[in-house]
C-alpha cells in the first residue's frame, strides 16, 4: 500500500521515485486567496507540496464580483515567484467596471503573469440592477484582453451545461464563441461522471471545436462540501457515488481510502475519453491532490 493513500505521508524520495515511475498527464492546480495569516500558511505549504507535480503549474481564483481581485492577483504573483511555475489568475468581468477588469489585467502582466482564465462569473450577491457597466459576456472580456496584451487566454466550459443555458447546444456555441474571441483553450467544470466529459468532447467536436479541452477535477474528500458544489453547479451526482461517499459522514476512518480510489478511477476515465491534461481543484489542500499526481500525473 502507498503510504499517503492511508496512512503517513512518505518521504519526498519515495515521492519522486513514484512521480518519475507512474507519470502519465500533465496536470495543473487550482488554489483560492487565502482570508488571513493562518489560510496563507496553509496555501504557500500546498504550493510547495504540488510544485514538484504541478507540470503545468498552478491557478489562482476570483470570487463573485471580483471581491477578491487584489487578493488574487497578490497570491498569483507569489506563487508564481515561490515555485517558478505559471500561473493562471482569474479575471471576472460581472462585478466590475471595464475599467476595473482591464487595471487588474494591466497589474498582472506588470506581476509577471501571463495566463487568464476569463470569466463572466457569478453574479455577486447584491441587486443585479446596481452592478457597474462592464463586459457583459466572456467573450467581451476576451476580445478586450487580446488587444491589452499578449496574454495567454483560456475560458471556462460546462460539460453538463452552464446552469443559466437553456440547452447544451446553446452552451457549447457561446464556448465557441469565446474561443473565436481569441481564447486558445478551455477548463471544464468538473463532473462526478466523467461520461458526461467524454459526450461534451464528442458534441464539441462535431461543433467544429479543436482547441484544448481540460477537464476539472475534484478530489471527493469531505464528500457534502463536494456534493453542495456539485449542485451549485448543476453537476449531476450519481446516486451510486453518493450512496457510497455518505458512509464516510458516519464512519470518517473509511474517508482516505474511499476518496482517494474513486478520485484516482475518475482521472484515469478522464484520460480514457481524451483529457490532453487535467486540472486539479485542491481547496487549498495537498495531500489528496499529491497522491493523484504520484498515481497519473506527469510535469
Known amino acids: 500500500m502507498i503510504k499517503g493513500i492511508c496512512g503517513d505521508q512518505p518521504k519526498d524520495a519515495l515521492l519522486r521515485d513514484l512521480y518519475e515511475l507512474q507519470g502519465r498527464i500533465p496536470l495543473s492546480f487550482e488554489v483560492f486567496p487565502p482570508k488571513d495569516a493562518e489560510g496563507r500558511q496553509k496555501l504557500l505549504e500546498t504550493a510547495d507540496r504540488l510544485a514538484p507535480v504541478a507540470g503545468r503549474g498552478f491557478s489562482v481564483t476570483m470570487s463573485a464580483g471580483g471581491a477578491t481581485r487584489r487578493r488574487t492577483v497578490e497570491t498569483a504573483a507569489e506563487i508564481a515567484q515561490r515555485t517558478g511555475h505559471p500561473v493562471m489568475a482569474h479575471l471576472v468581468s460581472k462585478g466590475l467596471t471595464r475599467e476595473e477588469a482591464l487595471n487588474t489585467a494591466d497589474e498582472l502582466w506588470e506581476r509577471g503573469i501571463r495566463h487568464i482564465l476569463a470569466l463572466r462569473g457569478d453574479y455577486p450577491k447584491t441587486d443585479a440592477s446596481v452592478l457597474p457597466p462592464g463586459f457583459e459576456h466572456a467573450s467581451d472580456l476576451v476580445t478586450a484582453l487580446r488587444k491589452r496584451h499578449d496574454f495567454e487566454i483560456a475560458v471556462a466550459a ?136 504520484m498515481v497519473i500525473g506527469h510535469g
Open 158 to 293: 460546462h460539460p453538463e451545461k452552464h446552469p443559466e443555458a437553456k440547452t447544451l447546444e446553446e452552451d457549447i456555441d457561446h464556448l465557441k464563441r469565446k474561443l473565436e474571441a481569441g481564447a486558445g483553450s478551455a477548463y471544464c467544470q468538473f463532473v462526478l461522471d466523467p461520461a458526461a466529459y467524454g459526450r461534451f468532447l464528442e458534441a464539441c467536436g462535431k461543433r467544429g471545436i479543436n482547441a484544448p479541452i481540460i477537464p476539472g477535477l475534484m478530489p471527493l474528500e469531505k464528500w457534502p462540501r463536494v456534493k453542495r458544489f456539485a449542485r451549485m453547479n448543476a453537476a449531476s451526482v450519481p446516486d451510486w457515488l453518493n450512496k457510497l461517499l455518505a458512509q464516510t459522514e458516519t464512519t470518517p476512518e473509511l474517508e482516505p481510502c474511499l476518496a482517494a480510489a474513486i478520485t484516482i478511477e475518475h482521472a484515469r476515465r478522464l484520460i480514457a475519453y481524451g483529457a490532453p491534461e487535467m486540472h486539479v481543484y485542491t481547496m487549498n489542500n495537498w495531500s489528496l491532490s499529491l497522491t493523484l499526481a
